[in-house]
């Protein structure tokens, strides 16, 4: 597997998406935000109802959420979910048990043993979790927004100038 091919077959389809900027930027950000919350084996499941309710783009979703979701960023994420999460509320996670489970996730069992895992971990975990994810994944959403929209803007004025020229 090529990483550099990888990287740029992705990036070609981030920029050949067509469609109105704003809901490609919604689209994005919501991947993003989804991508970061600690819910690794429903993110499609989350994604899909979500673009369809809000009216934007599934693609830029997902791509958004594999930019920022991937076997690179899957244990920072959860790291630095579980710092902050321990900051912000009264629970204790340990990183040993998020490991543990972490682990079990990246050997792709099916939804039904990744569930099982992560119930494992109990309300307490998941409440660190979540709480910590969320806090790291509004922030990064909110930037991928503005970036994103900023770039679907730029490539939409280039279709255009390009389609004055023909």
């Given amino acids: 597997m090529n990483l550099k091919r990888i990287v740029k ?23 993003v935000f989804i991508g ?10 989350l994604i899909i109802p979500l673009t369809i309710i809000t009216r934007t783009s599934t693609i830029a979703a997902l791509l958004g959420s594999l930019l920022v979701c991937n076997p690179i960023t899957y244990v ?8 902050v999460g321990n900051a912000l509320t009264p629970y204790e996670l340990s990183w ?3 490991k543990e489970v972490l682990d079990i996730l990246l050997q792709h069992p099916g939804l039904q043993k990744s569930l099982e895992a992560l119930v494992g ?46």
Avoid: W
């Fill in 36 to 45: 970061i919350t600690p819910t690794m084996p429903l993110h499609t499941i």
């Fill in 9 to 31: 077959y992705y990036y070609l389809k981030f920029m050949r998406m067509k469609g109105d900027p704003q809901s490609l930027a919604i689209g994005t950000a919501i991947g």
């Fill in 96 to 98: 040993a048990r998020i």
């Fill in 76 to 83: 920072p994420q959860y790291y630095l979910a579980t710092i």
């Fill in 121 to 166: 971990l109990g309300y307490e975990a998941a409440i660190v979790l979540v709480v910590g994810g969320t806090v790291l994944a509004l922030p990064c959403a909110l930037a991928s927004y503005f970036l994103s929209l900023r770039l679907f803007i730029k490539i939409r004025q280039k279709r255009e100038q390009r389609h004055l020229l023909n």
